[in-house]
């Protein structure tokens, strides 16, 4: 009896292996990794085209948290006039209140550019793709790829550099971590956190920017470092 149950166990553990080995996804060749590559990026510029036509509300907060300070908040309003072209208002920005650090330019261009990060085919070619491997986003089966800038141009543009997690069925962003880039100038001591943005699915079809946190130390050359936390809500 005992003999018999263990080789029905054996039989049934066997099974769950090539069961689960038939079932695992396997890594894409160089090939098929340079064609996911060009069609999650005409994703991308789909949606990006797509999301011009929505409105929507970005409310961003900065904190000083190690020294404890002050902070940074803005509520903006995207939308549209009554003649359908796009507009943007902020409808809620206190007094700033930072006792260490200074909000640059920089800093709100990341807000609204690099943070909800987006590769069109107008600015793939400004970056470096390199395939990662596989993982799973919340039960999300996705590509992983990192992304670097190939170069910083001298016009202080801002650009992305961290990983991408792609959707491997919707061949669309779903999660981005890194820090924004670009280039200073000789004297500038500006440091940017890490951040972590998510995209969830909306409208069924286009992952949208919804959430970006970052918690991070920013450790300046010329004074003492500042730890931040900082998270923008796109509703």
Known sequence: MFLRSTLISLCLLSSAFVMSAATAATDPTPDEIQ???????????????????????????????????????????????DRGRRTSHVTYAPVVSLE??????????DF?????????NDTADQYIVNYVGREKVDEIS???????????????KRYFEGQIWVDDQDLQIVKTYGRSTGHLGRNE?????K???????????????????????LNFKDGPSQRIKEVIKYD
């Open 35 to 81: 064609n996911i590559i060009k069609k999650f990026t005409q994703k991308e510029t789909d949606f990006a085209a797509a999301r011009e036509n929505y409105t929507y509300r970005q409310t961003t907060k900065l904190t000083e948290t190690d020294p404890a300070g002050g902070s940074f908040e803005v509520v903006e309003e995207v939308g549209f006039d």
């Open 189 to 193: 001591d500006q440091q940017f956190p």
């Open 100 to 109: 260490h650090i200074l909000m640059t330019a920089e800093d709100e261009a």
């Open 112 to 120: 609204k550019n690099v943070m909800p990060f987006v590769m069109t």
């Open 142 to 156: 996705c590509y992983v790829f990192s992304v670097r800038p190939k170069t910083l141009t001298k016009d202080r």
């Open 195 to 217: 951040f972590e943005t998510y995209r969830e699915q909306i409208d069924g079809k286009y992952w949208f920017p919804t959430y970006t946190y970052a918690d991070d130390v």
